[in-house]
């Protein structure tokens, strides 16, 4: 079943930041498996992200093997200390139904 997995970042979070991790992933070329949708945008001074994974499993999976590691090369290249406490906290809804665009 499909998921919708919320998040938002930490204060020191930017989109400029979640942009370079996205090109060091490729994630345009190279689309994560099980990813539905990736969205991510800023609202009230915060950066936000909305994705649909095709299970909680996937996403998991996407985060050990390609963002913490992307994550982690973006942050050293800017000299940006990440987070000990671990990725930020998510909310995760299943999804009743996907309808994808052409």
């Not at 001074?45 to 299970?55: K, T, Y």
């Amino acid at each position: 079943m499909a998921v919708m997995m919320r998040q938002t970042m930490p204060a020191e979070g930017s989109l400029e930041m979640l942009d370079a991790v996205t090109e060091e992933m490729d994630a345009h070329s190279d689309p994560p498996a099980g990813m539905i949708v990736h969205t991510h945008y800023e609202e009230g001074g915060q950066i936000h992200i909305m994705d649909v994974w095709e299970s909680v499993e996937a996403y998991q999976r996407f985060a050990e093997d390609r963002l913490g590691p992307a994550m982690q090369t973006v942050a050293a290249r800017r000299g940006v200390e990440l987070p000990q406490g671990g990725p930020p906290e998510y909310t995760v809804t299943d999804v009743h139904a996907v309808v994808r665009g052409r």
